[in-house]
């Protein structure tokens, strides 16, 4: 859940957060039983594997894939936006960097994967909470 978390809390909008919660939600109590019941890895692939076939399995999996790497290449575009000045062609650079980084650190195991999160789960949340908030003058 962690690591789902993470993966959309970079908006920093309030109204988008809650709605990424209530996703990350239903996203984690759909995937809950159908883990109880195939306790392999594999998670999407196998789920679909086992209820509907090869194919569909694999179309799942394949859609995870797409999905959690457009998610990726889209938080770190957002993040150098924000944390790198200069020409775009540089702050793509920077941003290529970090998602290699990351799957390097994904590579290496999911357990360094949540830790990693957590961690920024945190600042991203700390970073939330110290922002100023400003009132709406109408007039």
């Known amino acids: 859940m962690v690591i789902g978390l993470g993966s959309m809390i970079g908006a920093g909008l309030l109204i988008g957060l809650a709605v990424a919660a209530l996703v990350a939600y239903c996203n984690a109590t759909a995937s809950a039983q159908p883990a109880a019941a195939h306790p ?13 076939g090869e194919w569909w399995g694999s179309t799942a999996g394949w859609g995870f894939v797409v999905d959690k790497s457009a998610s990726c290449a889209a938080m770190a575009l957002t993040f150098v936006s924000h944390a790198v000045s200069g020409p775009s ?16 650190l994904n590579y290496r195991g999911v357990a360094r994967t949540a830790q990693l999160t957590r961690m920024l789960v945190a600042c991203s949340l700390l970073t939330l909470v110290r922002q100023p908030v400003r009132p709406v003058i109408r007039r």
């Open 89 to 104: 062609w540089a702050q793509r650079v920077v941003a290529v960097v970090a998602v290699l980084g990351l799957a390097v």
């Open 40 to 52: 392999t890895s594999g998670g999407t692939y196998i789920y679909g594997q086992e209820r509907l």
